[in-house]
């Protein structure tokens, strides 16, 4: 069946550094979401990619989806405290909004 | 952006019994609401597809009679885990669609944490 895979599980890093994480679906998606999980609290939309080679910046998050949009990828420069928890990317199936959701990648920072 | 609220936050009942969660579109109208499940550590997993008017879409390894669910109105959607057992101790969160909005993303409750004793 249809799958979205992310990578890695988890990443830890020092403030200051980046931080990136891959996600590969199995099948074209029509579009590519990412959400960000905060410790303790629920899953928050931070943004769609719909177009091939598509990229997206948010102050200091950039978002890419690949050519055959099959992977996309999120990168954060220079990361904060503010920045920890967990980011899923999330592809749709086909028919009634389900989304297929990867495993998340858990951002760390290092005291 | 939506928002969606969920009732209760938490809950701590004995193995045996039922319990019922809410969820609510609270500024806009959803059709389609989904039931999610998380454990610890891990990813959404989700449980069902609810529709306003209509029998839930439950996936795959998901009983439909221990997992109850009723999409009364267009708000409010209502997950019920029916003679619980401690296995059933999980994160249980709700998200609905604004077909209205700019994408079709998906706002989420804030969750239920449920501990069967």
């Known amino acids: 069946g249809q799958q979205v895979m992310q990578i890695p599980q988890y990443q830890h890093v020092q403030e200051g550094e980046d931080f990136t994480t891959y996600c590969n679906s199995s099948t074209t998606l029509s579009n590519i979401q990412w959400y960000k999980q905060r410790p303790g609290g629920h899953p928050v939309f931070l943004i769609q990619l719909v177009k091939s080679g598509e990229v997206k910046k948010q102050k200091r998050l950039t978002f890419q989806f690949g050519e055959a949009k099959k992977n996309s990828s999120l990168h954060i420069t220079a990361t904060q405290t503010t920045d920890v928890g967990t980011y899923f990317c999330a592809g749709p199936r086909d028919s009634n909004y389900q989304l297929i959701w990867g495993a998340g990648t858990k951002l760390i920072i290092k005291p | 952006g939506a928002v969606v609220s969920q009732h209760p936050s938490w809950v701590i009942c004995k193995s045996g019994t039922s319990v019922k969660i809410e969820c609510r579109s609270l500024?806009?109208?959803?059709?389609?609401m989904f039931w999610y499940r998380q454990f610890p550590k891990q990813s959404l997993m989700l449980m069902a597809t609810?529709?306003?008017?209509?029998?839930?879409?439950?996936e795959q390894g998901v009983e439909k009679d221990k997992f109850l669910i009723n999409h009364a109105s267009l708000t409010l959607s209502t997950l019920t885990v029916t003679s619980a057992h401690p296995e059933d101790s999980s994160f249980y969160i709700c998200?609905?669609?604004?077909?209205?909005?700019?994408?079709?993303?998906?706002?989420f409750g804030p969750g239920t944490r449920l501990t069967v004793l």
């Open positions: 998200s609905a669609g604004d077909l209205g909005g700019s994408y079709n993303e998906q706002f």
């Open positions: 500024d806009f109208q959803a059709t389609t």
């Open positions: 609810s529709n306003e008017g209509s029998k839930a879409t439950y």
